[in-house]
């Protein structure tokens, strides 16, 4: 089978379409053929080495994609059936045309969910999720600001907030992420640039009640316009390495600093497939949307690094055949 690879860490030019050994079926873990796979800042730390890798090179990239059963173990006959649509959002060497997932990992797909969207909505979706749920339990008139708004998960964390009834504060670099974000239902939008702290500490003098960061070098800015007792989220990097935090500062208002990880909350397979069927039930609620920015055939696949490197997209990118 065809792959993206790499075979050292370094920037997006790391990356090659190679011929791989196919996978395998087991006990217990099925083939998936894939018909669209997610882009996510995941693959990207994965190609740069921020990301432990267990084995020998060449690596294959991703954790994220959708399609359809190519082959199972008789054992798991009962369950799972060749041909039928599945996705998944937290196994490795996902930027093939086959991947070897643990049933377990599996997330049926229902007939109105096609792979494209699962493919873009399924890891960042689960993201977002855990994070005004579990992170940070979003209260009907909270004051939230959202890092990087108009990305892949900001967009989603926007919408479950909103739906939670918070007010939210976007965070954006440009003018198309900006009007993006108020179409997602920010009651406030505000440049990210250098004076970010400053705008919003005007939009909330006393503090916001939550602050989801996934810039890494925003952190202490973070905490400083989160209000007394608020808690901010750091789950991403996007930015770079974080600063160290004083503990001092936490102590001096009473600030809470989470970290979240989607890996540390998909511990089961009942796990992943509830948050599925709620994010399914939500999207056909009209309540939230899911913005593909592009579609990149997997021979691009550094081209595709690029774009999301360089934060100028607004929604997700997408790998495919």
């Known amino acids: ?36 796979i997610g882009l996510n800042f995941a693959d990207v ?8 890798l267990v084995g020998q090179p060449p690596w294959i990239a991703g ?22 649509r599945v996705a998944f959002a937290d196994v490795p060497h ?18 109105d969910i096609d792979a494209e969207l699962a493919a873009a909505l399924l890891l960042q979706g689960l993201t977002a999720d855990y994070l005004v749920r579990d992170s940070y339990a979003v209260q009907p008139g909270d004051r939230i600001v959202v890092h990087a708004a108009a990305g892949g998960v900001g967009l989603l964390l926007v919408q479950l907030a909103r739906a939670c009834g918070a007010e939210v504060i976007a965070l954006a670099s440009s003018e198309a992420k900006r009007t993006a974000a108020t179409r997602a239902g920010c009651a406030h939008v505000v440049s990210s640039g250098a004076d970010w702290a400053d705008a919003v500490a005007r939009v909330v003098p006393d503090g916001a009640h939550a602050v989801y960061d996934s810039i890494g070098t925003t952190i202490l800015d973070s905490l400083r316009v989160a209000r007394i007792g608020g808690t901010v989220v750091f789950y991403g990097m996007a930015g770079g390495e974080p600063p160290a935090v004083d503990p001092r500062l936490l102590m001096d208002r009473s600030l809470r600093l989470v970290g979240g ?43 595709a690094h690029r774009a999301l490197e360089g934060r100028g997209r607004i929604g997700k990118l997408l790998l495919v055949p």
Do not use: K
Not at 5 to 34: H, I, Q
């Open 261 to 303: 990880d989607l890996w540390n909350v998909l511990r089961t397979a009942e796990d992943r497939r509830m948050r599925a069927a709620r994010l399914f039930d939500e999207v056909r609620a009209g309540r939230l949307a899911v913005t593909i920015d592009e579609r990149f055939a997997r021979p691009r696949g550094g081209d």
């Open 1 to 36: 089978m065809r792959a993206l690879t790499f075979s050292r860490f370094g920037d997006p030019s790391v990356l090659e379409l190679r011929d791989v050994a196919d996978p395998v079926a087991a006990p217990g873990v099925a083939v998936v053929r894939t018909h669209a």
């Open 94 to 111: 996902a930027n093939a045309e086959l991947v070897a997932v643990p049933v377990d990992h599996l997330i049926p797909l229902p007939e």
């Open 63 to 84: 954790y994220e994609a959708a399609g359809e059963i190519a082959a199972r173990d008789p054992s798991d006959a009962g369950a799972w059936q060749i041909g039928q």
């Open 45 to 52: 730390y994965r190609r740069q080495g921020r990301y432990h």
